[in-house]
């Protein structure tokens, strides 16, 4: 029922104990906020290289289908034309 009183040694040294763990939490805790920026800046630099593939991904298909398909109806166009003046 009582409380039972330590002695001034015993509670300085469960509070030295105590700040050292502290300490080791605060250092782990900062490791894991450096590796989580990095991390980050890892995941912004791979959605940014996706992004600028894409593009031009995109660039290519207008060259290699919008072009040429454009190309063959004016093509065609030119066939008509020159059939019409020549008959």
Same mark, same amino acid.
Do not use: C, H
């Given at each position: 029922?009582?409380?039972?009183? !330590? ?8 509070? /030295?104990?105590? %700040? @050292? @763990? ?6 782990? !805790?900062?490791?894991?906020? /450096?590796?989580?920026?990095?991390? !980050? ?10 992004? %600028? /593939? @894409? ?16 190309? !063959? ?11 019409? /003046?020549?008959?």
């Amino acid at each position: 029922m009582y409380a039972q009183l !330590v002695t001034r040694t015993e509670y300085t040294a469960e509070q /030295r104990l105590i %700040e @050292r @763990r502290f300490v080791e939490v605060e250092k782990d !805790v900062a490791d894991v906020q /450096r590796v989580l920026a990095e991390d !980050v800046k890892a995941l912004k630099a791979a959605i940014d290289a996706a992004a %600028e /593939r @894409r593009g031009s991904n995109m660039r290519q298909a207008v060259y290699a289908g919008v072009l040429p398909a454009v190309l !063959v109806l004016l093509g065609i166009v030119v066939q008509i034309w020159i059939a019409l /003046r020549g008959a």
